[in-house]
């Protein structure tokens, strides 16, 4: 297979919003497909209605549009293998399905809804707690296996409801090569018969699923490992419908396990937890049902990629930082690990840190601007920029750049009171008046020159920089954490600067 012909698809479900374990299933699909010069579809499996919701598709567009996920083709975006809505493309599964029946490989059974019900409780008086329709049970049910043939032909001519059902083999194997897991086999008669398409006529995921990844000629099947135990049936089907030749290779994906490494990491873990599980935030009508996702928590799309690229990948290096571009090339399914991959917030942490540190400042400060407008800050481009620039290496989540400096835009509103006690003396205060003395006649601002002069200042009356210095941090920030004083001091300002100190002695004063 040439690599233009390399054709991968994420194809999720609109039910809801897009777990962090789907971003990971479109990141390898993009990554592969990328990597071998191949093509990245988007394909919305929307056959179950009763299960849909709305809003959640665009939730999905948007969410890989901030991953920076671009589909080739998709809804929205077009392409030579349309629609990639399922919902648009029911008489196509309805055509492939009926085939499979008239070839003998499928049939039509009409047990309703109250006589399967019926069948499982009677199984389950027997003893029976996991009733099966399959290839034994098949032969006591109502369908076109049991029924004459006039019998069955006269319910579908008099519109009778039906499903139609895979007819799996009895006594067989089936087998296909994984390329993370290697051979995998199923014994058939421990396989159910599926039903291909419902009673309204639309199908299931199993029956859709095979026909537009051959119609769309898709050639990998990456998804996660919850879609191992359907492969078996999605292999009879592509038997079943004679398309053996062009069936894809699959790649199943380890589970994300949560933090504690025992379980699958759910929708629910977040909320529980505090920590992200959603790319993007989900706005529902119940507040139980709203989450806020990676971004809204303050993550950079870039970590949060290259967090999820190790999230079951590792390329073997030492290396850990990866841009898209270099994950690209360095992707392979070959290293990617059957077990599951425990969900790090601390590393996702790290990796934020790392994309802040390495991000240019003036792009930091369009990013954080409408985080400071939400808080009521007013500042100008340049104070951003340099602010940015002195609290880059401080801050691990972008609300921080907000948070960590709070002081830099209100004033001090809190002063750290045990560490005054500890170090304010009522003969520090002329030395502190001197100070605010020579800050008013220093002309240079910038903070190579305040070093100098305030250290030269500190050791003209032979005090040490620890009797200053820290209570000039807390009469700036009003806490001894922070930044450099000096950087501090030249990005406040003469004005702030004198004005801080003013009311900082008249504060150590009193008390």
Same mark, same amino acid.
């Given at each position: 297979?040439?690599?233009?012909?390399?054709?991968?698809?994420?194809?999720?479900?609109?039910?809801?919003?897009?777990?962090?374990?789907?971003?990971?299933?479109?990141?390898?699909?993009?990554?592969?497909?990328?990597?071998?010069?191949?093509?990245?579809?988007?394909?919305?499996?929307?056959?179950?209605?009763?299960?849909? /919701?709305? +809003?959640?598709?665009?939730?999905?567009?948007?969410? *890989?549009?901030?991953?920076? @996920? %671009?589909?080739?083709? $998709?809804?929205?975006?077009?392409?030579?293998?349309?629609?990639?809505?399922?919902?648009?493309?029911?008489?196509?599964?309805?055509?492939?399905?009926?085939?499979?029946?008239?070839?003998?490989?499928?049939?039509?059974?009409?047990?309703?809804?109250?006589?399967?019900?019926?069948?499982?409780?009677?199984?389950?008086?027997?003893?029976?707690?996991?009733?099966?329709?399959?290839?034994?049970?098949?032969?006591?049910?109502?369908?076109?296996?049991?029924?004459?043939?006039?019998?069955?032909?006269?319910?579908?001519?008099?519109?009778?409801?039906?499903?139609?059902?895979?007819?799996?083999?009895?006594?067989?194997?089936?087998?296909?090569?994984?390329? /993370?897991? +290697?051979?995998?086999?199923?014994?058939?008669?421990? *396989?159910?018969?599926?039903? @291909? %398409?419902?009673?309204? $006529?639309?199908?299931?995921?199993?029956?859709?699923?095979?026909?537009?990844?051959?119609?769309?000629?898709?050639?990998?099947?990456?998804?996660?490992?919850?879609?191992?135990?359907?492969?078996?049936?999605?292999?009879?089907?592509?038997?079943?419908?004679?398309?053996?030749?062009?069936?894809?290779?699959?790649?199943?994906?380890?589970?994300?396990?949560?933090?504690?490494?025992?379980?699958?990491?759910?929708?629910?873990?977040?909320?529980?937890?505090?920590?992200?599980?959603?790319?993007?935030?989900?706005?529902?009508?119940?507040?139980?049902?709203?989450?806020?996702?990676?971004?809204?928590?303050?993550?950079?799309?870039?970590?949060?990629?290259?967090?999820?690229?190790?999230?079951?990948?590792?390329?073997?290096?030492?290396?850990?930082?990866?841009? %898209?571009?270099?994950?690209?090339?360095?992707?392979?399914?070959?290293?990617?690990?059957?077990?599951?991959?425990?969900?790090?917030?601390?590393?996702?942490?790290?990796?934020?840190?790392?994309?802040?540190?390495?991000?240019?400042?003036?792009?930091?400060?369009?990013?954080?601007?409408?985080?400071?407008?939400?808080?009521?800050?007013?500042?100008?481009?340049?104070?951003?920029?340099?602010?940015?620039?002195?609290?880059?290496?401080?801050?691990?989540?972008?609300?921080?750049?907000?948070?960590?400096?709070?002081?830099?835009?209100?004033?001090?509103?809190?002063?750290?009171?045990?560490?005054?006690?500890?170090?304010?003396?009522?003969?520090?205060?002329?030395?502190?008046?001197?100070?605010?003395?020579?800050?008013?006649?220093?002309?240079?601002?910038?903070?190579?020159?305040?070093?100098?002069?305030?250290?030269?200042?500190?050791?003209?009356?032979?005090?040490?920089?620890?009797?200053?210095?820290?209570?000039?941090?807390?009469?700036?920030?009003?806490?001894?954490?922070?930044?450099?004083?000096?950087?501090?001091?030249?990005?406040?300002?003469?004005?702030?600067?004198?004005?801080?100190?003013?009311?900082?002695?008249?504060?150590?004063?009193?008390?």
């Amino acid at each position: 297979m040439s690599n233009k012909n390399i054709r991968v698809r994420f194809a999720p479900s609109p039910t809801g919003p897009l777990h962090i374990g789907g971003v990971r299933t479109a990141l390898y699909n993009y990554l592969f497909a990328k990597k071998m010069g191949g093509t990245f579809i988007l394909r919305i499996e929307d056959t179950d209605q009763g299960r849909y /919701v709305p +809003g959640a598709e665009n939730y999905i567009v948007e969410s *890989l549009k901030w991953c920076g @996920l %671009l589909p080739e083709e $998709g809804p929205g975006i077009g392409g030579g293998h349309g629609p990639y809505r399922q919902s648009e493309r029911k008489a196509i599964y309805g055509k492939y399905a009926h085939k499979l029946v008239e070839n003998g490989k499928a049939y039509y059974a009409f047990d309703t809804p109250e006589e399967l019900n019926a069948k499982r409780e009677e199984e389950r008086a027997k003893g029976n707690h996991n009733f099966r329709y399959d290839n034994v049970t098949r032969n006591e049910m109502k369908n076109s296996l049991t029924l004459p043939a006039a019998e069955t032909a006269q319910k579908l001519a008099a519109g009778e409801a039906f499903t139609i059902r895979l007819k799996v083999p009895v006594g067989g194997a089936v087998s296909f090569q994984d390329l /993370v897991r +290697g051979e995998v086999t199923f014994q058939t008669d421990d *396989l159910d018969d599926k039903v @291909l %398409l419902k009673a309204d $006529g639309m199908p299931t995921y199993h029956m859709a699923n095979i026909v537009d990844d051959h119609l769309m000629e898709i050639s990998h099947v990456i998804r996660g490992e919850e879609w191992l135990s359907s492969t078996g049936h999605h292999v009879l089907l592509y038997q079943a419908l004679g398309w053996e030749g062009t069936m894809p290779q699959f790649a199943h994906l380890p589970l994300i396990l949560k933090p504690t490494g025992k379980g699958k990491l759910s929708k629910r873990d977040g909320a529980k937890l505090g920590i992200p599980v959603f790319p993007i935030a989900w706005e529902a009508e119940k507040e139980e049902d709203r989450f806020l996702g990676f971004r809204e928590f303050g993550f950079l799309p870039e970590a949060v990629i290259n967090f999820l690229a190790f999230l079951g990948w590792n390329p073997g290096t030492e290396q850990e930082i990866f841009s %898209l571009e270099e994950l690209c090339g360095a992707f392979s399914i070959e290293k990617i690990s059957k077990g599951g991959a425990r969900f790090d917030y601390d590393k996702a942490k790290w990796y934020n840190q790392q994309y802040i540190q390495a991000t240019d400042a003036a792009e930091l400060a369009k990013i954080v601007r409408p985080l400071m407008e939400e808080k009521g800050y007013s500042v100008s481009d340049d104070f951003l920029v340099d602010y940015c620039e002195l609290m880059r290496d401080r801050v691990v989540l972008l609300p921080e750049f907000v948070s960590a400096g709070s002081y830099f835009f209100e004033g001090v509103k809190i002063y750290d009171d045990k560490n005054i006690a500890k170090r304010w003396k009522p003969e520090l205060k002329p030395v502190f008046e001197a100070l605010i003395d020579l800050l008013e006649k220093t002309d240079s601002f910038e903070a190579v020159t305040l070093e100098r002069g305030i250290k030269d200042f500190i050791a003209e009356r032979e005090l040490k920089m620890g009797q200053v210095f820290p209570l000039l941090r807390i009469a700036l920030a009003g806490t001894m954490k922070g930044p450099a004083v000096f950087k501090m001091i030249e990005l406040l300002g003469k004005t702030e600067t004198v004005g801080r100190l003013k009311t900082a002695i008249e504060y150590f004063e009193k008390n």
